[in-house]
Antibody, heavy 118, light 112 residues
Framework: EVQVVESGGGLVQPGTSLIISCHAS????????VHWVRQLPGKGLEWVAG????????GYADSVKGRFVVSRDFARSALYLQMENLKIEDTALYYC???????????WGQGTSVTVSS | DVLMTQSPLSLPVSLGQPASISCSSS???????????LSWFHQRPGQSPRRLIY???DRDSGVPDRISGGVSGTDFTLKISRVEAEDVGIYYC?????????FGQGTKLEIK
């Protein structure tokens, strides 16, 4: 079965760091892109960051630029999101999603929850 | 960033009746390859979003043909010809032509 699996979420204090991971299962990343999309409690969907797998081109939402960094591991078919200087407003369920073509987002994980609170 | 504006935000519909959701983009979504990367997603409570429609018209595997996508210029539409109980939830449009990808605000469909 083709799926992506997120991990690494948790409860952290404001100003601290956290790395969350996304692994492909049943396939390997490569056709187009892999992205992080978050959903704040009771709210809609917000694209956070993404990478075009083969080229390594990355993009970030303005709300996280300078604080979040995506990186990829070809051998493990894994995507990471390193989150620095976390803010209370970063509290959300973080989904990993995979494109086989631009704007595809056809595969979604179950999400990993990040809570930023003192 | 491309602004995606959905309407209505709340959609009460009786079983067996049609439903329509609109999504307007602030700029053209035609990519350099000629395709238009506009997708529709359905999210049930407590579940991850599931893609229903991609490239405006194409249905994902397992999506019933009573669900369809359309477009007129930069105005996109998701139509459900006959609403069933399983259709409740929130529907989002998303453009993937321009980075950052952007989503509409979501439309909550409920049974009247």
């Amino acid at each position: 079965e083709v799926q992506v699996v997120e991990s690494g979420g948790g409860l952290v204090q404001p100003g601290t760091s956290l790395i969350i991971s996304c692994h492909a299962s049943g396939f390997i990343f490569g056709d187009y892109g892999v992205h992080w999309v978050r959903q704040l409690p009771g709210k809609g969907l917000e694209w956070v960051a993404g990478v075009i797998w083969r080229s390594g081109h990355t993009g970030y939402a303005d709300s996280v630029k300078g604080r979040f960094v995506v990186s990829r591991d070809f051998a493990r078919s894994a995507l990471y999101l390193q989150m620095e200087n976390l803010k209370i407003e970063d509290t959300a369920l973080y989904y990993c999603t995979y494109d086989s073509q631009p704007g595809g987002a056809e595969v979604w994980g179950q999400g990993t929850s990040v809570t930023v609170s003192s | 960033d491309v602004l995606m504006t959905q309407s209505p935000l709340s959609l009460p519909v009786s079983l067996g009746q049609p439903a329509s959701i609109s999504c307007s983009s602030s700029q053209s979504l035609v990519y350099r390859d000629g395709n238009t990367y506009l997708s529709w997603f359905h999210q049930r409570p407590g579940q991850s979003p599931r893609r229903l429609i991609y490239k405006v018209f194409d249905r994902d595997s397992g999506v019933p043909d009573r669900i369809s996508g359309g477009v007129s210029g930069t105005d996109f539409t998701l139509k459900i010809s006959r609403v069933e109980a399983e259709d409740v939830g929130i529907y989002y449009c998303m453009q993937g032509t321009h980075w950052p990808y952007t989503f509409g605000q979501g439309t909550k469909l409920e049974i009247k």
